[in-house]
């Protein structure tokens, strides 16, 4: 279920609570630039997330270095976690965020797309074919026990023209939290 690498993704657009970088309402044709883009389902409270924030942040500033778009998406139910809310999105995205920090309120674009956990990344070429779906590195929580740098990797061999060496990592965070 979802999007696997090889597979082209659906668009979408959602509304946007880091208004400053994208505007109110932000489409997925608007991030996928020539050389592609990287999707990021996130959240506000998950400590994997709040682990990988600076990462996170470093991986979109990379992205635009590279030529390629960037956005996260919060599909979490925000009545049963609060904090996942637009509201406090907004507020964590006022403390500074170099990308759009998208709300996905119906939760049908991580339906769709078959996000798992926060954080999970897709990466994707410039015609929005998936190159590499998974985690970050291999220790959200703490960056001082990373080994590995899977997206970077990934986001470096797209940027050359390359296949990424891994297409496809498990993630690593908290489930999403489904409205059911």
Not at 35 to 46: K, P, Q, T
């Amino acid at each position: 279920m979802g999007y696997e690498p090889g597979d082209k993704v659906s668009g979408f657009s959602l509304a946007n609570a880091n208004s400053e970088v994208g505007g109110e309402v932000v489409d997925f044709d608007n991030i996928l630039t020539d050389i592609g883009a990287v999707v990021v389902f996130e959240c506000n409270h998950c400590p994997y997330v709040v682990g990988s924030f600076d990462r996170i942040d470093r991986a979109a500033m990379k992205a635009a270095e590279l030529g390629m778009g960037f956005v996260g998406i919060n599909s979490n139910d925000p009545e049963k976690y609060v904090e996942d809310s637009f509201e406090n999105m907004v507020k964590r995205a006022n403390k500074g965020m170099p990308y759009a920090y998208l709300h996905d309120d119906s939760q049908e674009v991580a339906n769709t797309w078959g996000a798992e956990r926060t954080p999970e990344f897709y990466l994707m070429d410039g015609q929005g074919v998936v190159v590499y779906r998974g985690r970050l590195d291999n220790s959200p929580k703490n960056p001082m026990e990373a080994t590995t740098s899977d997206l970077s990797d990934a986001m470096d061999s797209l940027s050359m023209g390359d296949s990424p060496p891994v297409a496809r990592t498990q993630s690593i965070g908290c489930s999403v939290k489904w409205k059911y």
